[in-house]
C-alpha cells in the first residue's frame, strides 16, 4: 500500500479515530503530533450558546475531571485534575493557546493569569496522561485552546456582543475578518468588567487580538497572530469557616489589587512537503508583568496594617517548537522534533507604608532577583499500524537550566545572597496503543514517564534563611491509563477508563521553625480512579436539530503513601474529591441553543494534614463541603443578523466555596444572570 499522508490519517477508518466514528475526540495525526493512544476529548465551543467568561464550569462541562476552584474574579485561573496539587494558579495543568504555551513561566513559574475570551476559542482540546508527552514533561494533562484566527478564502464579515448582568457587569466583544488574494485578515477587541458583590471585588478586563495568514505559496500556509491583554482585579480578602458562615459578603482586604499585563506574539509555518510528510513550526514571544499589591486582612479601622507588600514579576519569554511528520510502509507515521524555550524574569518587592498606593520607592525595596531559564527538548514519536493494532512508542529528551541570582538580599536574613546555576538531564519514554475491536469501539492504552521541574521559589526562595542550600530534586511521575472507546448506536459516544499516577518525591514547603520554611521532596502520592463520559444526541442524523445529553464524571482515590511527616501517610492529598460528576443537555436548532449543565464536587479537604487551621473563629475547617451548582444558558437568533443570549449561573443559588488557601476562603458567586444582544453581518 502507497505512503499515506499524515494530514489524511485522520480520515482514513483503521485510524480508529476519525471524525465520524468519534466525535469530540482528537484526529490520530494532526499538526505533526500523534494522538492515537492517548486519551482525548475536543468541546465545540459553537454548540454552545453564548456566554461570557469567566464561567469556566460552562466552558469545561463535557470534560470528566477537570476541577475547577471558582472565584469571582478573572484575575488567575485555578484548575486541578485527579488530585495533583493545589488548583491555585493551575499549576498542575499545561494550558496552550494554539499549541503556545500560556504559563507566566514554562516551569519556574507556571502560573495562570490569562485566558482568550470565551467568544473568540473555537474549540478546546483536553489531552491526558502528561499530555502523552506531545507538549512537554507535565505531570497533568494539557488544554489547548484553539482559536478564532486569519483564514484566506473568508467571507468579510463583521460581530458585535453587548451584554450586562449582575453586580455591575458588562461585556463586549467585537470581531471582523476578511480575505482578499493570498491573504487573510482576523481581529477581535472585547472587555468585561464588573463590581462583584463584596467591596474590592471588581474586575476590569480588556484585551485584543490581531491575526494575518498568507498562502502565496505552493502548499504553505504563514501566519502571524498578536495577543494583548491587561486586567486590573480586587482582592476582597479570604475568610474563616466562622465569617463565612457569618456574611460571605465582607471585605478583608479593601486595597489588594492584582494587575497583568500581557503580550502573546507568535509567527506560525505550515508546510505540505509531499504527500506523505508535512512540517510544522511556531516562533513566539510572551512578555506577562505581575503586579499586586498586597496588605494583611482586617476588619476594623484602627486594626489597619502598617505596610503592604508591592510585589512585581516581569515575564520575558521566546520560544520555538518544529515537527516533521513522514508517512510511511502501511499508514505508520513517524514524527521528529524538537522545542526550545528561554525566559527572563525579574522579580522585586517593596515593603510601603502606604497601603492604599502602587508607588515603589527604592527606600522600599526588600529584594531584587533576577531568574533565568532555559529549557531543550527532541523528541520522536512513531504511529506503528499492524491490522487493528497501532502502537506508538515515545522518546523524549529534556534539559533544563536555572540561573537565578539574588541582586537585593532581605536585609533580616543571615544568608549569603542566592546565586543559582543548575541543570537537569531528562530522558522520557511514553507507549501509546489502540485496539479496534470492530468498527463502533476500540480499546486503548497509553504508559508515560512525567516530571515537574522546580519552580523558581523552590531554588531560590528570597524569603527564606534556608534558600540558599536548599534545592529540591524533580518531582517524577508514573502515568496510566486504559479505556474502552464506543458508539454502539448512532449518535451515541461511552467512553470508560481506567486511571494511575505514580507522584514521587513532590516538593512541599515545611516550617522548619517560626521564621524559616524549606521546600524538600516530602514523599509520594498515588492517584487512581476511574474516568468516564456519556454523550448521547436524541436527534441524530437530522441537519437542523440536535439534543445532546451527556453525563461524565471522576470517581477519584488519592492518597499519600510515604511522606517525611509519617501523620501524613494514608491520608486523602488536598483538593482530590471522591467524585467529579457533571450532566446536562445541549439543544440546537437553526434559531435557538439552549444548554442546561449540573456539577457536582465532592467534599474534599483542602490540605494533605486533612485538618483544621486555626482555632475558635479564626479556625478554616478542614473539608470543603460538597455542593451542586446548575448553569443555564440560552441564545436566539432573529435572522441572519441579530440574535438575543442570556443565562443564569448557578441556577438554584447554592451557598458554597471551592477555593482555600492558608489564609482563609474564597467565597464562589451567588446566583448571577446577563442578558445580551448580538449584531453581525
Known sequence: MAAIAPDDIERITISGNSDSTFPRTMAAVDSGKIFEGKKTSVVELDEMPNFIEPNLRQMFSTLPGLFVSDQAIPSFYNVNYRGLGNPHESEFVGFFQNNIPLAADLFGYPTIYYMPPAQRIERIEFVRGGSGLIYGPQIGPTVNFITKRAEVGRDTGFRTDQALGSNGLYSTYNEFATSTGDFGFFASVDHRSADGPRDNEDFDVTSGHVSVAYEGFDDIRLGFELDVYNSDSGEAGRLSTTEF??????????????????????????QKISDSATLDANVWYSYMDRFSRRSGQFSEPENEPATTNIDQQEFDNWGFDAR????????????????????????TRHVSSDIRSNQQNAADLLFDQDRKMTYNAVFIENLFKFDKLSVVPTLRYERV????????????????????????????????????????????????????????????????????????????????EFGYRAMPVDGLVLDVSAFRIDFDDKIETIQVNIADIERVNSGDSRHQGVEFSVDYDLFAGRADESFRIFANGSLLDAEIVSSLNESLVGNTTAFAPEYLLRAGFIYNTEKLDVALTATMVDEQFWQDSNAS????????????????????????????????????NNLLDENYYSRVRNDGIEPALERTVFAGVRFQM
Open 401 to 480: 537550566n536555572y540561573d537565578l541570582e539574588e541582586l537585593t538580599k532581605n536585609p533580616s536574613l543571615n544568608r549569603d545572597p542566592i546565586d543559582v546555576d543548575e541543570t537537569e538531564n531528562e530522558l522520557l519514554l511514553g507507549l501509546g496503543m489502540m485496539y479496534q475491536l470492530n468498527e463502533i469501539s476500540e480499546l486503548y492504552a497509553n504508559v508515560s514517564e512525567s516530571y515537574r521541574p522546580q519552580r523558581f521559589d523552590d531554588l531560590a526562595n528570597p524569603n527564606s534563611e534556608l534558600a540558599s542550600s536548599n534545592g529540591p530534586d524533580v518531582s517524577s511521575a508514573m502515568n496510566y
Open 245 to 270: 458562615e457569618q456574611d460571605r459578603n465582607q471585605t478583608l482586604t479593601p486595597f489588594n489589587r492584582v494587575e497583568i499585563e500581557q503580550v502573546l506574539a507568535n509567527f506560525t509555518f505550515a
Open 324 to 347: 516533521y511528520a513522514q508517512a510511511w510502509g502501511d499508514n505508520n507515521v513517524l514524527t521528529v522534533g524538537t522545542t526550545s524555550y528561554w525566559g527572563d524574569s525579574p522579580r
Open 613 to 648: 487551621r486555626g482555632t475558635g473563629i479564626d479556625e478554616i475547617a478542614a473539608l470543603i463541603p460538597s455542593y451542586e451548582v446548575v448553569d443555564l444558558t440560552a441564545e436566539y437568533r432573529i435572522d441572519s443578523q441579530w440574535a438575543v443570549y442570556g443565562g443564569i
